[in-house]
């Protein structure tokens, strides 16, 4: 008899064969028992095929877009590489993962970077390493970009970056950005006659994470093209690049042809309003990594009075911020139906510390019991609240090896990533 191959859930990197559970070519129970659990697993395959996915949608809906890969949501060495090798651009907010791409090599033509928070430091390695591209939240930082290259590149530098305006978007909760008020755009106006060595290129919007609905698309492009009539209008810009953020859901559960028609519909808004020439770049984290990365655990404890399932790892490594879909597999019991409700819990010692409810799962599961979480690739590392258990052991997993990105015993005590 041939071998028998079952693919759960749709992600094709998932299969059970031979009643085993596979991730890629590799037996779960055979990682765990190599590497001590609880294991984080990342599939470079399926990293490339999401930005091959992205990056081919995007291109024939907008044939003038570039994307720049949100690092924060998985910012592992390793995955810089990955997006590097396909030629991807970056998103980034920090001095620390510009000093990790400069350390890959990474081309600084393909970099974005801006945020928040940038400090002198970040600044003065922005204007060295002469990235093209800086998103600015607060307008202060314009005058602050245009001293730092005059400073280091002096007065006649032909560096002039390109700056792009974040802006709050109309969610109630929007705090971060410009201002969408008449004030804000007199002193656009100003600003930029004033900074001559800084270039404006445009407006960033983006909505939030894990949009699930056209209305939030829409609302986000809404938002995007009465800030750029106004900037036009008021202080008198014209808008080359619009940055329409990240915010998709990860690449399995966005299907073509919901993502085609998302796209599509923005198409059509930015035409209507005379866009058509514009440049679009776009930044996505979550849809790349997201459900490219696996946790391998074990069960620690089963209470059957309360139902609950208690692993060795939780929102320490797992956190609710994650906002991310998870599901969970029994490897040890792979063929038994899970068809009983249980809750998740981690190692915490706090009541705090659940990852899932009522979640449907093999009635005998018992101490010992390896347990897959599909859907750790993105944000899990980024909002980890750490506890002081030791980290988990990292695994990149290409078609026929394995990559020990970080093991514990190669690693520090408590290293960050
Ligand atoms: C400006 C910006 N771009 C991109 C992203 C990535 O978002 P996601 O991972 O949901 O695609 C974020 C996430 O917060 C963001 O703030």
Not at 185 to 197: A, M, V
Request: net charge positive; with cysteine; glycine share 6%.
């Amino acid at each position: 008899m041939g071998k028998e191959k079952k693919r759960l859930y749709g992600n094709k990197y998932v299969n059970v064969e031979d009643g085993k559970l596979k991730i890629g070519n590799f037996s779960c129970l055979d990682l765990a028992k190599k590497w001590e659990t609880p294991i984080f697993l990342f599939l470079e395959e399926k990293i490339q095929e999401n930005i091959n996915y992205i990056s081919s949608i995007f291109s024939e809906i907008f044939p003038q877009s570039q994307g720049f890969y949100s690092v924060k949501s998985n910012y592992l060495q390793k995955t810089a590489e990955i997006v590097k090798e396909e030629q991807f651009g970056a998103e980034i907010v920090s001095l620390t993962e510009l000093q990790m791409l400069k350390r890959i090599g990474f081309d600084h033509t393909k970099i974005i970077v801006g945020g928040p928070y940038l400090p002198d430091k970040f600044l003065m390695q922005i204007v060295q390493m002469q990235i093209p591209y800086i998103v600015i939240y607060d307008l202060i930082d314009i005058s602050r970009i245009s001293q730092t290259i005059t400073k280091i590149l002096g007065a006649n530098s032909n560096y002039c970056p390109k700056i792009l305006l974040k802006f709050q978007t109309k969610k109630y909760t929007s705090r971060h950005g410009l201002h969408n008020n008449k004030e804000t755009y007199k002193l656009i106006s100003e600003i930029f006659k004033k900074n001559t060595n800084v270039e404006y290129a445009g407006v960033l919007s983006h909505f939030g994470t894990r949009l699930k609905t056209w209305l939030q698309y829409e609302e986000n492009m809404k938002n995007l093209i009465e800030i750029v009539q106004k900037i036009k209008k008021i202080s008198g810009l014209s808008s080359k690049i619009l940055d329409i953020g990240g915010g998709f859901s990860n690449a399995d559960s966005l299907k073509e042809k919901e993502f085609r028609t998302y796209l599509v519909g923005c198409k059509n808004m930015l035409y209507q309003a005379g866009f058509q020439n514009s440049i679009i770049f776009y930044e996505p984290g979550r849809f790349i990594v997201e459900d490219t990365g696996f946790c391998i655990a074990e069960v620690i404890r089963v209470d059957p009075i309360h139902k609950v399932v208690f692993l060795n790892i939780g929102n320490n490594y797992i956190p609710k911020f994650m906002k991310s879909s998870l599901r969970f597999y029994n490897a040890t019991r792979i063929t038994e139906a899970p068809n009983s409700p249980f809750d998740f819990m981690g190692n915490i010692p706090s009541d705090q510390d659940i990852l899932i409810k009522n979640y449907n799962f093999t009635k005998s599961v018992s101490r010992g019991d390896i347990i897959v979480i599909a859907n750790v690739g993105a944000y899990a590392l980024t909002w980890s609240t750490r506890f002081p258990y030791s980290f988990p052991n990292i695994l990149f997993l290409s078609k026929k090896q394995i990559i020990e990105y970080k093991t514990r015993s190669n690693s520090l005590i408590f290293p960050n990533s």
